[in-house]
């Protein structure tokens, strides 16, 4: 994580809640999945998208929130990577990624989901 923000000239502090500031990320002290996780999603925001979200309407926060969310779980399991694990699970996804269950599952759910869809060839 830290390697990554390095590269990309991205500083983390730490703080009472997760968020982002310019290039900044400010991550909740947590479980090192917990940090992982919430790094995705907040680096998104730092590449994706501008502006102050309290001042954005609903709709357009909430897409934001769905951008970050599908990233964050692309971004911390990636695709390519999934497609070299011998068996796809979600405990080798929590292992490999250091994720926590509920992210693990929803990634496996993700990937599933798109093999049905066409969208990998394995």
Known sequence: MEEIARKLNIN?????????????IVLKKSSKQKEWQDFGHELCHVLWHEGNQLNMPLP??????????????????????????????????????NVDYCFAKKRMGMFVQRIFNGGVVI
């Open 60 to 97: 357009f926060r909430d897409l934001q929130e769905w951008q970050s969310i599908n990233f964050a779980h692309h971004f911390c399991a990636p695709t390519f990577m999934l497609l070299e694990l011998k068996d796809v699970n979600v405990y080798n996804i929590m292992e490999t990624f």
């Open 12 to 24: 983390i502090y730490y703080g009472d809640s997760s968020f982002r500031f310019g290039n900044n």
